[in-house]
Structure formats: structure tokens, C-alpha cells
């Protein structure tokens, strides 16, 4: 398992620099950590966070967007009509809930269809993985920088700490 | 005419008083009529135009807040996008940027798709804002008391909501004729 702070710190020595989001049980710990360093601004709904990491962005930021992948059907639009049709790159953190149909009820569609939904938007997504963390840290700021738009790393249970071990 | 007793300004005019107090400070403009109207009014590379995205004019100006606390950052936004992003007010409100004037233009309707009544004409969105935390909130009709409220808000520490009370008349404008890559270029730059 990945440590929080190891996963942390690794973003920002990507150049991460402007972090917000809304709340996930897989990315509690993550969102500690973010708390502890203060580099954690909190937004009240998906859409904002990628609109202030916009804005951010706009700033000379590196912003990255922390959310559970039901937020990306609330973020939907502003993905769309501001990243993507005004080349404003983003990285989104996304924690995976519905992962291989185990989870709770509400999470099991989107679980199953946001790979697709993200091939559709053409939103660049990689799973997370211990083993290859380093490598796909590299590739989500290579994307970053190369393609200006939103780019997706996918977080399933159990691959970074979170609170409760 | 709908909103409130008297005579009311149109947006386009209202919105050309406030351009005349403003310089070099980053504005985002919601999309729609509104960032038609400042486009033909005063095209500067520091208007962030929206063409799409409803909703989120005030959270794309605070994260460029937070991420330039030195420079003082306008929105321009209209009711039916208010309400459509009231969390946003709530964001704010906690946050509490000093650096950020929110101007909402009110004209109780969805304007660039026909007029539809939004429901601003029964909730005020000033006060919405004053209980969510902003700091300085007044509600507008007449022209001087746009500019004199406008010109007291840039000298203060916000956040601060500007509502202003607008008629529906809409000018006769073109669409903004820049490539959105191209907008987001040039306000970098210019905001840099």
C-alpha cells in the first residue's frame, strides 16, 4: 500500500501546486495529508473544484481535482464546455468506487461505466497502481503538459492508506 | 416592466459604467449575453469570456483569487447563474478572499434563451450572499449608486456582492469572436 503523505508528495514534486476537491472515503487519507501540508482548498460540488482549479490553472498553477467518480457526472459539463474547449489542462483524482461490482448500491452503475464515459469525453485515464505508482505520476504530468486538457488517475480501495486502516 | 417599480438600466449599460472604473484587473464574465455585451463594450485581454459552462463564472474567479491574492479579480455574472452555482456563494462566503467583487447583473430571467423568469424576482441574492459570509453586499438600481457602491467595493476588502437591479433589454451583439484556446492565452498573459 501506498502511504498518503509518499502519494502526496509525489504530486507536488510533479509540480502540483493548487489542490481542491470534494471528499471521498478512498481518498481520506490523501485529503488528510493535503489538510495537514494546508494545501487543500475544499469546494461544495465537483463542478466548482474544476472551475477554481481553472481559474487556478489561468494563475499559473498546476491544479489537481480530488473527487469520488460520481462527481464526474456533476463535472461533466464544466469538463466540457471549459477544460476541454479552452485547453485548460486539469488532473483529476478520482477514486473508484463501484470497482469490479463490490460496493455499496449507488456507486455499481458508475463503477462499471466510467472508463467508457471518460473514453468518451477523450479524457486520458490510468489506474493507479503500487507496483507502477512512479510511472503513472510520470505519465499523468507528461499528459498534463502535452495535451492541455483533463487527465484522469483512477484510484481504486486499498492502494493508497486512507483513514481507516 | 417586470423587475421591481421604476426605471431600470439595461446590463449593457450598467455594464460600461463599471468598465469605465476598471483597468487591469482580471474579470470573468459569464456566458451568454453578458460576455457578448463586455466584448463589444471593451474588449481587453484581462475578460475571461464564457461561452459555455453555466454556473461556475464565480468559482472560475476564485480560484484565480486565491491563486493571485495581489490582484483584485471582478466577476460578472448574471442571476440564473447565481442560482444555478449557489454553493459557490457558500464557498466564498467561508474562504472569504478579500480580493474578490462579485457583480451580479439581475434581470430575473434566463435572457439568451428567451426570457424564461428565473426565481431571483422572490429570493435576493445579496442577502443569500450576506448570510453565506460575504463581507460587503448592496443591491442597485440607479446608475449613480451603481458607481459610487462599485468604486466604495475596490477600495475595500471583500468578498463583496454587487447586485444590480438590470431591465431585459438585450443589445444587439455578435458572438464573441475569439477561439476560446485564444481567450485563455491571452488572459494568462495578460494576468501573469
Known amino acids: ?165 | 416592466m417586470r423587475p421591481e417599480q421604476g426605471t431600470m438600466q439595461s446590463r449593457a449599460m450598467a455594464m460600461a459604467a463599471l468598465l469605465e472604473l476598471l483597468t487591469d484587473q482580471p474579470v470573468i464574465i459569464c456566458n451568454g449575453f453578458p460576455s457578448r455585451e463586455a466584448y463589444k463594450i471593451a474588449d481587453r485581454p484581462t475578460h475571461f469570456y464564457m461561452i459555455g459552462s453555466m454556473g461556475v463564472a464565480s468559482a472560475i474567479g476564485l480560484g484565480v483569487a486565491l491563486a493571485k491574492p495581489n490582484k483584485q479579480v471582478v466577476i460578472f455574472d448574471g442571476d440564473g447563474n447565481v442560482l444555478m452555482g449557489m454553493g459557490t456563494l457558500a464557498t466564498v462566503g467561508a474562504l472569504k478572499p478579500k480580493n474578490f467583487i462579485h457583480v451580479v447583473f439581475d434581470n430575473e430571467v434566463y435572457g439568451s434563451t428567451g426570457n424564461q423568469p428565473t426565481i431571483s424576482n422572490v429570493v435576493p441574492l445579496e442577502k443569500v450572499a450576506k448570510a453565506a459570509g460575504y463581507v460587503n453586499v448592496e443591491r442597485v438600481r440607479e446608475r449613480e449608486d451603481l458607481v459610487y457602491e462599485f468604486k466604495d467595493m475596490l477600495k475595500k476588502d471583500g468578498p463583496s456582492m454587487l447586485l444590480v437591479k438590470v431591465n431585459e433589454m438585450v443589445e444587439d451583439v455578435g458572438r464573441v469572436m475569439l477561439d476560446p484556446p485564444d481567450i485563455t492565452k491571452r488572459f494568462m498573459k495578460a494576468i501573469e
Not at chain 1, 486520458?124 to 503538459?145: Q, Y
Open chain 1, 1 to 165: 500500500m501506498i502511504e498518503s503523505d509518499a502519494f502526496v508528495q509525489a504530486l507536488q514534486d510533479i509540480g502540483v501546486d493548487f489542490f481542491t476537491g470534494v471528499p471521498d472515503s478512498i481518498l481520506g487519507g490523501i485529503i488528510a495529508e493535503l489538510m495537514e501540508r494546508r494545501l487543500y482548498t475544499p469546494a461544495v460540488r465537483e463542478d466548482e473544484a474544476v472551475a477554481m482549479a481553472a481559474g487556478a490553472y489561468m494563475s499559473g498553477k498546476v491544479p489537481a481535482v480530488l473527487m469520488q467518480n460520481s462527481g464526474l457526472g456533476t463535472s461533466l459539463n464544466a469538463l466540457i464546455s471549459l477544460n476541454v474547449i479552452y485547453r485548460q489542462p486539469c488532473i483529476l483524482i478520482v477514486s473508484w468506487r463501484g470497482y469490479q461490482g463490490k460496493d455499496a448500491p449507488e456507486h455499481l452503475v458508475m463503477g462499471e461505466v466510467m472508463p467508457q464515459l471518460l473514453d468518451t469525453m477523450k479524457i486520458p485515464h490510468r489506474t493507479l497502481s503500487e507496483k507502477a505508482a512512479i510511472d503513472d505520476l510520470k505519465w499523468l504530468a507528461e499528459t498534463f503538459m502535452k495535451q492541455r486538457i483533463p487527465v484522469a488517475l483512477l484510484i481504486t480501495k486499498g492502494v493508497v492508506r486512507g483513514l481507516h486502516p
